[in-house]
């Protein structure tokens, strides 16, 4: 009988299975009812009583290699069918890229950054809007040359809905919402019936900024653009104000900064001039004030307005507005990294 056991566990070691049902199959074999393995425990019976101590201990020997012999033949086989073999989990991974922030998004994050840094925060409105907030509470005359069809977008006539000009129309919503103090910043995408060139577009984007409270004075907005111009382009920028015109503000101004291209002196960039243009200001009408529910005789405030387009062709040097919505990746390559 012990010739029989080893020449059992000779086999079973050499055993191989490359599938699970080959591993099924020798476990019938060996181990099931009518195995061979169950076989020779049956004759243990007539084993004579000196050698069962013995051959009990080789035939239980014999079962346990069997049974850890044949589970791992089936595990291995088994792994094997799940399509992992061959996949090396401690390679480097291949380099993942990373996309890029437009151009105009880094620019109105930054923006809205410097502003945060004085006490604004966002507000936001829609780009579909009516005619009061884009026009009527704002002070437009009935007969305002951009009401007309060739700069506003309508929708729909009487009541009109429209595409909003600019995002001066943030101001009067959030003016009627609540009373002073506010102190808000308004970026969004504005609409206007232009052909498409490399120096006009049908839409562009803004950013408003608005503060009414007490005591608000011309000082205090002077002071905030000189601020806003030196964070955005250096802290030897300087700024100018020249008298200007919008029916919503009162006195208006428009602002520009030395050129930082000639440092002052006059180059093409800024025709000469030595400075470039950036946005409009003023001083809050009361008329506007009022149309929003706003007591302008507690109250004044400022208001003014860039366009987030022309901001980043001064810090980007961007020659075709075009460039900015056509998503041509070679050109979008050239920003930041998102983070
Ligand atoms: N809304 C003006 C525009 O689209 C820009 C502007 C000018 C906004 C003066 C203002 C402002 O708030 O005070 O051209």
């Known amino acids: 009988m012990i010739e029989k056991i080893n020449a059992l566990k000779a086999e079973i070691e050499s055993a191989t299975a490359s599938t699970a ?3 099924e199959a020798l476990r019938i074999r060996y181990l099931s009812k009518k195995g061979e393995i169950s076989l020779l425990m049956n004759d243990f019976r007539t084993v004579p009583a000196e050698m069962k101590r013995a051959i009990g201990q080789a035939l239980n020997e ?9 589970n791992s033949l089936k595990e291995a086989a088994e792994s094997k069918s799940t399509g992992c073999e061959g996949i090396d989990l401690s390679r480097t991974a291949a380099p993942w890229k990373i996309g890029t922030r437009h ?9 809205i950054d410097i502003f945060r840094r004085l006490g ?11 005619d009061w907030h884009v026009f009527s509470s704002l002070n437009f005359a009935a007969d305002h040359p951009a009401r007309d069809m060739q700069d506003t977008f ?6 009109d809905v429209l595409l909003r000009t600019h995002t001066s129309s943030v101001q009067s919503r959030v003016m009627e919402a609540g009373q002073p ?4 910043i308004c970026p969004g995408r504005v609409y206007r019936n232009e052909a498409i060139s490399a120096r006009a577009h049908c839409f562009f984007h803004q950013v408003e900024a608005l503060y009414v409270d007490k005591n608000v004075t011309f000082a205090d907005l002077r002071q905030t653009l ?4 030196q964070e955005m382009f250096g802290k030897d920028t300087k700024i100018r104000l020249r008298p200007s015109y919008f029916p919503f503000t009162e006195p208006s101004a428009e602002m520009d900064i030395s050129c930082d291209l000639c440092g002052g002196k006059g180059c093409g960039f800024c025709k000469h001039t030595g400075w470039v243009e950036i946005l409009g200001c003023g001083m809050v009408d009361p008329n506007v004030l009022e149309a929003c529910g706003i007591d302008s005789k507690v109250y004044s405030g400022f208001a003014l307005g860039m366009g987030i387009e022309r901001i980043t062709n001064l810090k980007y040097r961007v020659s075709d507005l075009r460039l ?11 920003f930041e990294s998102a983070r």
């Open 62 to 70: 014999l079962k346990n290699l069997a049974t850890d012999k044949i």
């Open 226 to 229: 000189l601020y806003f111009a």
């Open 181 to 184: 103090p506010i102190r808000i």
């Open 120 to 130: 604004f925060t966002v507000a936001e409105g829609p780009e579909v809007e009516d």
């Open 154 to 159: 309508f929708i729909k006539r009487e009541p």
């Open 103 to 111: 151009p105009l998004s880094l620019v109105r994050e930054e923006i």
């Open 324 to 334: 900015f919505s056509e998503n041509d990746v070679r050109f979008l390559e050239e």
């Open 21 to 23: 049902a080959e591993a």
